[in-house]
């Protein structure tokens, strides 16, 4: 079964430090983020958070634990997840920053979906799972061009 993967990306004019603030402080992302409203759990690797994801409005969040892959400062964040067996699901994502210019970041996100459920996953969520990435790039971006 192919990997499936839902992506986003973004230029932000602003520097990569003050994106990277933005990006690191899961604890804040209720502040600004529209798809993942909170995180519980110390954000470091090895590490599992549960992510509370608003999947459908209306709906009641989705919680997902999740693990803490890898945290490269001021660059990278990934987490992933299994769900029962490796060969039933298992998604890993990642959120990275590139330095364009001074002041000019890329922010990409991707997560990348494999197991045999992904057909079931991608029915049922696969819109609404890049709807959440599309407006969480949108998101970032202007909390961090407000300054």
Do not use: C
Not at 4 to 16: E, F, G, H, M, T
Not at 24 to 43: H, I, K
Not at 64 to 79: A, D, L, P, V
């Amino acid at each position: 079964m192919p990997v499936r993967s839902v992506k986003a990306s973004i230029n932000i004019r602003a520097p990569q430090d003050r994106v990277w603030a933005i990006l690191s402080d899961v604890a804040s992302y209720p502040a600004w983020s529209p798809f993942v409203v909170a995180v519980e759990g110390r954000a470091a690797v090895g590490e599992t958070v549960t992510l509370v994801v608003a999947m459908t409005k209306g709906r009641p969040p989705l919680r997902q634990r999740e693990t803490i892959s890898r945290w490269e400062e001021g660059h990278e964040i990934s987490w992933g997840t299994v769900m029962g067996h490796p060969r039933l699901l298992k998604a890993e994502r990642f959120q990275r920053l590139t330095r364009v210019s001074a002041g000019e970041t890329l922010y990409e996100t991707a997560d990348d979906f494999d197991g045999l459920l992904v057909p079931i996953v991608f029915a049922l969520y696969g819109d609404r799972i890049q709807a959440g990435f599309d407006a969480t790039t949108i998101a970032l971006k202007q909390r961090a061009e407000a300054g």
